[in-house]
């Protein structure tokens, strides 16, 4: 059976193995180790859920040996181990590499804190919760324990490990290469598995007791309201919790698989009524109570079982007995899945206990649920919650319950990040938070804007009447915010697209922290909360409420080396510096980098379900070289060895000056026309531009927007090899810090005199150090200070000037403090 079949190559290649006796080494790359003790001489070779594949190339390795003393040297670590039972002592390995003040050494049984990795579930969080263990660490090392885990038998079943003394578990070496670290993490535990393009879209989903005609009324008026929706989601009342039947019995309702037809009286139906809107459908599952007497597939249950139906007893639920597992697919979920079901929300908060000490239920639903998925050739997934190292292969992860509040929404961004330490890539939160905490329509909008830059991005709340996250019901100044960063997640899907099957195949989680991009610097540990989105974005999330003279929120960010350019206002930062960012409410800031190319859906009109776009408009960021390959399939294949990608090119090359698009090539989807659109994001021409396709030759004239440069081109056969013509080492246009510093004093609450007294300054022909030094004098307090300054020292080649020359090199900046100046703002 499908279910029962996974890809995994648990036994190691003989010559990756060193041992006798008690003890055993397998090099399983070279920054990779597994070690192992046991009393008894017998080692595991049967797949863990945490290790799947141990049959890997053996790297170049040197054993150096003698009857007391064992040596293994690779390219990142030498170990050194004294044939005992390990110890502190007797088991050691020097990580090649400078990590710190000293050398780097691992000792086996010494705790060294690491850079963290994720945990179960955020239920009842009010803010930050303490996280487990990930693979990598500041000092270079890091191990993952693998002594208890529930393991697999030659049947692809799940089993324990033998008793006794023993030990098993993995050193990763691999000093500050992070992202190799996890690479190296995929090869063991498999790859994260390739998302079908509709889970990257908007959910809707919230804990009430709809009716059929209220939810499709509700889908009606998102599309109405031009607001794409790609997955819905119904929650514990879709199926009877209240009836008579449930009260008789003594149970609590949470589990079920009758529909409530009181509700909805044609299941069916309204099923087929989603799909017909572009929808796909999941339905939360509580199964921890089993089967009772009064559920529609009760009988049949029992007669797959040989249960006793003669006392109406329920059926237990018991994921460790085989015969029920396969029931609980064939008989209790496949009538919904035929019905028009897409996807199960696997809902399981009853611990880690099962009727086999040492098998995790939750394991067992995520490993078994994920197989099954992909019956009829779907797309493989499951919504559920973590269960450990190794859930990575069972997206996409539901982390629980939190309090709506600033802390709750101040800690996702860093939970999230956080996880990709142990390969956790598709996390999903209750955006906007689930319950307790306060209406806060301001949290809200951070919170969606958060969740339009995080892996998924799913609406959902309680039952409180009062806990309303529809955009029309908001004040206007609110839901016209939200409706636009909603809309703009279903813009950004041919990136996110590209990323998730990056994601698949390079092994590099959407979401990372920004050590990995830059883990030399000291500042990037420093900024938890912020982190690298795909390959060209960095995201600063806003946590925090705007101040009310102000009227802006604050974030303290690090832009890491090199210049950066905010996607919606077009501003130009210099890098390698913290910098304090003010933010009004509709602003939020995302990070493009020189030779950043990011593809948008541009449709007139986005629509449900997460189509392939036939309009693409392309934000570029001039000042280096980039190049971006935009990925599309047809939704086939379980694997993306099994999918024919269609795959679009671009490049740009600052020294000429030349964007080039396509042509396209590849897949299954027959080639069409395609609409290309070019945004240069700060940047300016007021020039006509020339535009090859093919041999064809245009002058065409764009428009200089609030955020870049738009040029329009028109409509192009996808076999098209398109060229955009900037002029030779083209610039990014420097800031005008003056129209951006009127802007705020106009909506600032503060004195009138003040704010005149600042713009005298800001408009006297000074530079920009005097101009600072009399803002100072001023006596401003932060909260007013840092949005001037940000404005005046966003790009540090205009600290020293009034005008728009390039006065220095950037070395002749630091030689004038200019770097000292903007660490201080």
């Not at 008989?331 to 079901?341: A, K, Q, S, W």
């Not at 319950?401 to 800690?411: K, Q």
Request: aromatic residues 12%; negative net charge.
């Amino acid at each position: 059976m499908h279910r029962y079949s996974f890809p995994h190559t648990p036994v190691a290649n003989p010559e990756a193995i060193i041992g006798a006796g008690n003890y055993r080494f397998t090099i399983l790359t070279d920054g990779l180790l597994r070690y192992e003790w046991a009393a008894d001489c017998q080692f595991e070779d049967r797949a863990s859920v945490l290790a799947i594949n141990r049959q890997l190339p053996v790297p170049e390795v040197r054993v150096v040996e003698d009857q007391h003393s064992l040596q293994i040297i690779t390219s990142r670590f030498h170990l050194n181990y004294d044939k005992q039972e390990f110890s502190a002592n007797g088991l050691s390995a020097v990580i090649k590499g400078n990590y710190g003040p000293h050398v780097s050494v691992w000792r086996y049984g010494v705790e060294v804190s690491n850079l963290g990795g994720t945990t179960r579930t955020l239920d009842e969080a009010d803010g930050r919760v303490a996280l487990e263990q990930g693979i990598i660490s500041r000092q270079g090392y890091a191990t993952l324990d693998d002594s208890t885990s529930m393991l697999f038998d030659d049947k692809q079943w799940v089993t324990t490990r033998l008793p006794g003394n023993r030990l098993d578990g993995y050193l990763f070496a691999y000093g500050h290469d992070y992202r190799q670290a996890i690479q190296a993490f995929y090869l063991l535990s498999g790859p994260q598995p390739l998302l079908p393009r509709w889970a990257l879209g908007n959910w809707w989903s919230r804990f009430y007791p709809y009716t059929a005609d209220e939810y499709l009324s509700l889908m009606d008026r998102f599309r109405e309201s031009k607001i794409p929706l790609s997955v819905a989601v119904l929650d514990m009342d879709w199926h009877i919790v209240q009836d008579e039947r449930v009260k008789k019995a003594g149970v609590t309702g949470w589990t079920g698989y009758t529909w409530n037809k009181e509700l909805f009286p044609n299941p069916k139906a309204f099923l087929a009524a989603l799909h017909d809107r572009g929808l796909h459908i999941s339905l939360n599952d509580h199964p921890a109570d089993g089967v009772q007497s009064y559920e529609e597939s009760y009988e049949e249950m029992a007669i797959a079982l040989k249960h006793d139906m003669s006392m109406g007893d329920p059926i237990p639920f018991d994921i460790t007995n085989q015969a029920f597992l396969d029931a609980f697919f064939d008989v209790l979920h496949r009538r919904f899945e035929r019905d028009g079901l897409d996807l199960w929300w696997v809902d399981w908060q009853q611990g880690t206990h099962s009727r086999i000490p040492g098998i995790d239920p939750l394991w067992v639903l995520n490993h078994y649920h994920f197989l099954d998925s992909a019956l009829e050739n779907k797309r493989p997934l499951t919504f559920s919650r973590y269960a450990g190292a190794g859930s990575h292969r069972y997206p996409i992860g539901f982390s629980g319950d939190t309090v709506v509040s600033w802390d709750s929404l101040h800690f996702q961004p860093e939970f999230t990040a956080t996880a990709s330490n142990i390969g956790f890539g598709w996390w999903s939160h209750d955006i906007g938070g689930h319950f307790h905490g306060e209406k806060n329509d301001e949290m809200l909008i951070r919170w969606v804007q958060y969740g339009v830059f995080s892996p998924i991005l799913r609406l959902h709340s309680s039952n409180n009447i009062f806990s309303i996250k529809e955009p029309w019901n908001l004040d206007p100044q609110y839901g016209q915010i939200m409706a636009k960063y909603l809309q703009f997640r279903h813009r950004l899907l041919p990136y996110l697209y590209t990323m998730n099957v990056r994601a698949a195949v390079q092994g590099l989680p959407l979401v990372q922290p920004m050590y990995w991009g830059y883990p030399e610097s000291e500042e990037s540990y420093n900024v938890p909360n912020q982190y690298i989105f795909g390959s060209n974005l960095i995201v600063a999330p806003v946590t925090a409420p705007q101040d009310p003279r102000s009227r802006r929120s604050q974030v303290l960010a690090w832009l890491p080396p090199g210049r950066h350019v905010d996607i919606f206002t077009g501003a130009v930062y210099d890098g390698d510096r913290r910098i304090w960012l003010n933010r009004r409410l509709e602003d939020y800031p995302v990070f493009a980098y020189e030779g950043a190319i990011i593809p948008l859906d541009a449709a007139s009109g986005l629509t449900n379900g997460c189509p392939n776009s036939t309009t693409i408009e392309l934000l570029v960021v001039v000042g280096a070289d980039g190049n971006f390959e935009l990925l599309e399939d047809d939704g086939k294949g379980q694997h993306t060895d099994q999918v024919n990608f269609r795959r679009t090119r671009f490049s740009y090359n600052q020294q000429t000056g030349e964007f080039h698009i396509g042509p396209t090539t590849g897949g299954t989807i027959p080639p069409g026309v395609r609409q290309w659109n070019v945004r240069f994001l700060g940047y300016a021409s007021a020039e006509g531009i020339e535009v090859c396709v093919g041999d064809e030759r245009h002058i065409l004239n764009g428009q200089n927007e609030s955020n870049g440069f738009f040029l329009e081109l028109g409509s192009h056969q996808e076999s098209a090899h398109i060229v955009v013509k900037l002029e030779s080492h083209p610039t990014l246009t420097m800031n005008r810090p003056e129209t951006q510093i009127i802007d705020f004093l106009r909506g600032a609450q503060i004195e009138l005199d003040l704010k005149d007294e600042i713009r005298k300054i800001v408009e006297r022909p000074i530079s920009r150090l005097l101009q600072i030094g009399d803002l100072h004098a001023l006596g401003l307090d932060n909260i007013l200070l840092n949005p001037i300054l940000e404005f005046l020292l966003a790009d540090s080649r205009s600290a020293l000037t009034k005008d728009n020359q390039d006065i220095s090199s950037p070395s002749q900046q630091k030689q004038n403090g200019i770097k000292c100046l903007n660490n201080s703002v």
